[in-house]
């Protein structure tokens, strides 16, 4: 049962929507996203879409999405995103915690909850996890520590995204190692996997955003695109390539990190990867997503590829010790990733069926999960639930 909430903001015209996909679970995660059209009917869709996911990982959550109906780029967008903060301030004090989504930043979101005394946009996990202050806001901390060029949170759904394609490599072309990977979006999700899939030792040979399409048989410098500053078109200072040619080069991985439908229809038959991973929330259409299959490629399907924000949570906060530090948070959600998405490309192979369908049946499975935590209950981790 999906419970919708309401939102207007006279002075900016802003609308906006909270959406619960059920009311049992002591939690409800989803991000927030700030996005020209939308609507309480894509929120409704998108936190289905998150209970998917919570299913897959066993955990003990329900789905939920929220978001403004508005232009990201206008200036009033920090002034209405706050007051969306206020509106939502009792949801995020008791159930729901949030992330980032389209059109918003994590620290964005810290600072203006923190401008309305909120402690976090995730705070409603320390009461529903059962964690003392000092144990909830050292693991919070966390988020804020770098890994590399970017901080845990920064790096976290892109860092699992990554080891999702790095299964799919390892199942299609035998390594990570030297694989190449055309990566569609450079946002959060985007810039999280290019740098873990670069420490994997797979090589960017093409990114695109809305500007324009970048690409370099050899391998595109991935320091440098991710030393610009964040909203950078990934070209500039180049001569790009249209956006929609990313889906037609020759790779050995595609990697779907930005908008819904990425791949027409119509060109489907002419995609070249023998693999393609989905991290954006209905980053295909299920209609390509079988024409791919029926072709013989691979598909990560996008409540797989695109769970890492769960998942990251569960290896942030399901453990009985808090995490060492964000590396460890990482490796992690790196060991939870192998382990499902490995599982997920043996049995389909074996069964003869899609992954999207396996992933279906395993979360069908779960649905009755439940307990006294959200986070802790990941089969996937079990092995390592109790250390940091």
């Not at 610009?228 to 990697?255: F, I, K, N, S």
């Not at 409540?303 to 460890?328: H, T």
């Not at 990733?337 to 369908?357: K, T, W």
Request: proline letters at 5%.
């Amino acid at each position: 049962m999906t419970i919708v909430r309401s939102f207007e903001d006279a002075p900016t015209g802003a609308r906006g929507w909270l959406a619960y996909d059920g009311e049992t679970r002591p939690l409800a995660v989803g991000g927030c996203r700030v996005q020209r059209g939308l609507t309480a009917g894509m929120l409704e869709a998108l936190a289905e879409r998150m209970t998917l996911k919570e299913r897959v990982l066993g955990l003990n959550v329900d789905g939920a999405k929220c978001g403004l109906c508005y232009d990201p780029a206008a200036p009033g967008k920090a002034v209405a995103l706050r007051r969306f903060l206020t509106f939502l301030r009792d949801e995020l004090e008791t159930r729901l915690s949030l992330g980032c989504d389209m059109g918003t930043q994590w620290h964005e979101l810290e600072r203006l909850a923190a401008l309305e005394g909120i402690p976090s946009i995730k705070v409603a996990i320390r009461k529903a996890q059962g964690l003392t202050d000092a144990d909830f806001f050292h693991r919070l901390g966390l988020l804020d520590e770098r890994v590399g060029t970017l901080t845990l949170a920064e790096r976290r759904a892109g860092h699992a995204l990554a080891c999702a394609a790095v299964a799919a490599a390892r199942a299609t072309a035998g390594a990570a190692e030297g694989a190449r990977c055309a990566l569609q979006g450079f946002g959060n999700l985007g810039r999280g996997a290019a740098q873990s899939l670069a420490e994997h030792g797979a090589v960017l040979v093409a990114v695109a955003d809305e500007h324009g399409c970048a690409a370099d048989p050899n391998g595109l410098d991935v320091e440098r695109l991710l030393a610009a500053p964040y909203g950078t078109p990934v070209a500039a200072g180049t001569t790009p390539l249209p956006r929609e040619a990313l889906a037609e080069l020759p790779c050995d991985l595609l990697v779907l990190a930005a908008t819904e439908n990425a791949i027409p229809a119509d060109q489907a038959a002419r995609v070249q990867a023998p693999a393609v991973v989905v991290g954006a929330n209905c980053g295909l259409d299920e209609e390509v997503e079988d024409a791919l299959c029926a072709r013989g490629i691979l598909v990560v399907p996008d409540f797989i590829g695109g769970i890492g924000g769960s998942a990251s949570m569960e290896a942030l906060f399901g453990s009985v010790r808090p995490p060492a530090s964000a590396a460890a948070v990482l490796e992690r959600t790196s060991h939870l990733m192998r382990e499902l998405v490995g599982d997920l490309i043996e049995i389909a192979r074996r069964e003869d069926a899609s992954i999207r369908s396996v992933a279906l049946d395993l979360a069908a499975s779960r649905a009755e999960t439940n307990g006294d935590r959200p986070y802790g209950s990941c089969p996937y981790l079990a092995a390592t639930a109790g250390v940091g």
